[in-house]
């Protein structure tokens, strides 16, 4: 590993040498917006590498979509710097667009034109000529499984044929660096898994996407690296396998008849499991390897003669992360309106 | 473990082309041209699609045509006949209420979301608005040219000439570009196209009614015509009408009162009110865009 790191030091000074050092894709520091009475970010700071997924992880409120409207330059911050391509979005921004694409959980998309006529308008605002647009908007079409839809009106469309032709539409002008907004909120599991799909394909060539999501599983399935952003603030940021080392790779939870019986039983629970907490009438502990430390934990209670009622080993939800990382449940705040888009459940179903 | 390797050698070649294909066609000014052009299109497009459009667009001013012509014009009199009178008011009449509709689809894109995707294109922003208010030119020309064969059907016959008559339509159709600009402005500061509708409307119905559209405004009382014989409809539907009906009708007019002024003189305030409209409201709603 060290050696592998010498090597990695060694080709990035290589880099430097050649004059091809390549700064952050997408850089943040500092970066504040208030809506009137809501501090929607307060001092966000990320780092993007090139050719990286980065999931933006959090409830809603929290500040994602926010970030994203910033760096995609339709609002200014109050303060911050915020860099696509190390260039910066208040002082450049019709630079910036040209570099962007920008695909949102809101299918900003024309519901009457059909779905080639979408993708070549979005071909003639980027400017390019009618060919290339043509052209690009057959292969975009195919390759999101949208041909047999292609001269149809989004009308027709359901919800997840719409969000693909969303995110076609960003990928007209081959930007560099792609933003996806919630791409998946409110989809359905086999449109969501479709999705999935695609946007890894699209990384594959080497975009650089940052990712905003809800669900754990979603910045787990796609991103290289994952930040936690709460109340307009980054509170955690590494690989999904370092933040999942936080807080245990599967929950466990035992249920009680009543808060009393889960209060009685935290202290021999925690015996095994040390982060144990109760949550009700729940014992939650976060474990590392599900099934042995189950058992464990079943033989302790029945050694202490303790009534369960249930257990469920889980994967952590975003709710398990939020109670790790802040000691608090995900909240939901709305500084926008159209923020507001309820979402559901995220974690996948628990096994018993 | 290689993504660190590839991320060297697959995004500087990316990163580098990425911007020189875009820039490489045209400049500044030919991209806002394309631009608007590419957006009117796709207003058009959906005044073809959506039929409630189409029937809000021409429907509604036939049967305006049809219930002034023929259920109150019998007890309207003005020299030269009713129908010669009514048919330039109508194409005024037309396309203020029209304008309403340039409102309404900002309205709607605003809040649908499309016009996020347009803030991170890097088109020229300010055709959003063109092509809203260019489409609204183009729909509004149609809609002068149907009214005139519905107006022919029912009798209108001008005798200002063609050159005055296409003049009088010019002028008609310069003026709704003009209230476009307006109704862009109420489009982008409300929420959705019903609150953009019930804003335009209370503007836009004195301004039709109490007017020299469907009757003469010196039979208004007194108070009533010191608004209705100079605010901007009453001028630019009079100084289309003098232009249509031709010199002889113009004075007819005036002899009685109607006219208060010659068609020049109309044609002239016509002129100056659209230009201090353009004049206001166009850098209003443009800053009213980039702000929201």
Redesign the interface.
Known sequence: MVVFNQYLTFLNDLATVDGMSQPPAIEVSGLTKRFGEVQALSGVDLAVEPGTVYGLLGPNGAGKTTTVRVLTTIIRPDAGIARVLGIDVTKDPQRVRQSIGLAGQYAAVDEVLTGRENLELVGQLTHQSRSVVTKRADELLERFGLSHAADRSLKTYSGGMRRRLDLAASLVHRPPVLFLDEPTTGLDPKSRNDLWDMIRELVADGTTLLLTTQYLEEADVLADRIAVIDRGTVIADGTAAELKAQMGATVLEISFVDARGADAALATIASVVPGAETDGAVVRAPVYDGAKTAMEVLRAIDAAGLDVGGLTVREPSLDDVFLTLTGHRAEEIDPRPDDSDVAPAAAPGGAQ | ?T??????A???P??AA??P???A??SKLS?AV??TL??AK?NL??YT??PQLLVFTFIQPIMFVLLFRYVFGGSIAVPGGYVNYLMPGIFGQTVVFGATSTAIGLAEDLG????????????VRMSVLAGRTGADVVRNTGVVIVMFIVGFAVGFRPHGGVPRIVLGAALVLAFAFALSWVMALVGLKVANGEAAQAVAFPLMFPLTFASSVFVRVDTMPGWLQGFAAHQPVTVVVNAARGLMLGPEASAQLRAVGTFTTSTTSYVLQSVAWIAAILAIFVPLAVRQFNKS
Do not use: C, N, Y
Not at chain 2, 112 to 123: C, Y
């Open positions: 473990m993504a660190p390797e590839a991320s060297i697959v995004t500087v990316r990163t990425a911007s294909s875009i820039e066609t045209g991209w394309k631009d590419a957006l796709r497009l959906h699609r959506v649908g979301g499309i016009i996020e995707r347009f803030r991170s294109l890097p088109m």
